[in-house]
C-alpha cells in the first residue's frame, strides 16, 4: 500500500491549508515535521518561514537576505532549513504516526541533505508521509515525483474538499489493516460513521 500523500497544484490553491485541516480532522497528536508558511507585509510577500508541528520557527528565505543562494528574488538560508527541518522530520519518523514535509519545493531541493533524505523515507515504505510538492518541473523534484509509494493528489479549487476525506479516509484504512489495536480500529470505524465516503471517487 503507497504510504505517501503530496499534494500539488498551482501556488495559493490551499494546498498547505489542505494538511493543516487533515491534521485537525485525524488529531495534531499524531502528526510531526514541518511545514513551509509565507512571511508578508502588507502589501507584499517578503519571504517563507519553516514551522515545525511542535511550533518552533525560523526564516528560511527573505527579500533582505544578502545570502548569494537565490530562487527568485529571495535569499535562501539553507543551513537555518536543515537545522530546523531536518530534525523536524527525523524526530517525527521515530515519534509520530505520521511525518508532515511542506514543501519539497525548490527552496528545500537546494539542500543536498533533504533531497537524500526524502528519497530514502518515500522508498522504504515504512512511514505515513504527508506533504507537498511542486507543480513546476525541476530536475530533482521530478525524480521525486517517479518513486513508487506516492500517491499524488494535484489540487485545485473544486477538490479540495474530497482529497481532504480522501487522504483521511486513506490513512484510517491503512491503519485498519496494519494495526490489530482495538484503539485503531474503532478509530475507524467511528470516522467512517461522521464521513460520507460514498461520495469519494477513486482517482
Known amino acids: 500500500m503507497e504510504t505517501c500523500f503530496l499534494l500539488t497544484g498551482k501556488p495559493r490553491v490551499g494546498k498547505s491549508k489542505a494538511i493543516k485541516r487533515i491534521i485537525q480532522q485525524i488529531g495534531p497528536e499524531y502528526f510531526g515535521g ?6 508578508r507585509n502588507s502589501t507584499n510577500r517578503t519571504g517563507f518561514n519553516c514551522i515545525t508541528l511542535k511550533g518552533e520557527t525560523v526564516c528560511i528565505a527573505s527579500v533582505d537576505s544578502e545570502s548569494s543562494v537565490r530562487v527568485g528574488r529571495y535569499g535562501i538560508d539553507i543551513d537555518a ?20 514535509i511542506d514543501e519539497i519545493g525548490f527552496m528545500q531541493m537546494l539542500s543536498a541533505p533533504f533531497e537524500t533524505m526524502i528519497h530514502e523515507v518515500i522508498s522504504s515504505s515504512k512511514h505515513i508521509i504527508l506533504g507537498t510538492i511542486c507543480v513546476d518541473s525541476h530536475p530533482s523534484i521530478d525524480k521525486i515525483k517517479e518513486l513508487s509509494g506516492i500517491i499524488p493528489y494535484h489540487l485545485s479549487e473544486e477538490n479540495r474538499e474530497v482529497i481532504t476525506e ?12 496494519h494495526y490489530s489495536s482495538w484503539f485503531y480500529r474503532i478509530l475507524f470505524r467511528d470516522y467512517r460513521h461522521n464521513h460520507k465516503f460514498d461520495r469519494i471517487k477513486t482517482r
Do not use: G, M, P, W
Not at 514541518?34 to 512571511?39: H, L, R
Open 34 to 39: 514541518f511545514y513551509t508558511e509565507e512571511i
Open 166 to 177: 480522501r487522504i483521511n479516509f486513506s490513512y484510517f484504512l491503512f491503519c485498519e489493516h
Open 81 to 100: 532549513f536543515e537545522n530546523i527541518a531536518l530534525k523536524a522530520v527525523n524526530l517525527s519518523l521515530n515519534t509520530k504516526k505520521i511525518t508532515v
